[in-house]
């Protein structure tokens, strides 16, 4: 399949308007979107064909509580490493969107499937967690194609969420995310628009 400008052009734009959300509306997603998006993520490539990733829904809102008691642990502990200023600034940044959105998705990789029987991992065993995070990746654009935004949630203790959620003993968190409807549409990310990072010079190197 040749692909055209169209595809280019389109790819863009969802490259373009990819963002991590932390404003959700509450509207239910529809559960046809959520296998599309399931079927969207296994095409992703891994290694050796291992696709190492693992996925629990967390609908439960007793679990989702533990889950957001553990974020605001972890934000509380995040947050003592900047000066007064700097901390904050870092505590006036909303960093999740655990309450609203109507999706969680905890990500873990398996530290030794049997899939792929070991190919291409041996010098690089990071390279499951890496194929994982291709998955997170594939997800996060397809969504976007769907209108739906994805955050991921990164401030979290991930023996902690591996404890709520009883996930086996070879499974290591990779990513917790939300997702859902934007609560507003943005191609500018937030931390852009706050003033507390914006882009460095792209490090690709010849040599």
Known sequence: MDLTQSHRDALRAVLQWRRDVRHFLPDP???AVLDRLRAAMDLAPSVGNSRPWRVIEVASPELRT???ANFEASNQAAGAIYDDN???DYFALKLAGLRDAPIHLAVFTAADPGEGHGLGRQSMPEMLAY???CAIHTLWLAARAENLGLGWVSILDPQAVAHTLDAPDHWRLTGYL?????????DTPLLHRVDWQQNTASHWQKR
């Not at 939300?178 to 943005?186: E, I």
């Open 29 to 31: 997603v529809d559960p």
């Open 66 to 68: 533990e889950i957001i």
């Open 86 to 88: 700097q901390q904050s």
């Open 131 to 133: 194929s994982t995070v």
């Open 178 to 186: 939300c997702l859902g409807k934007a609560a507003q549409d943005d």
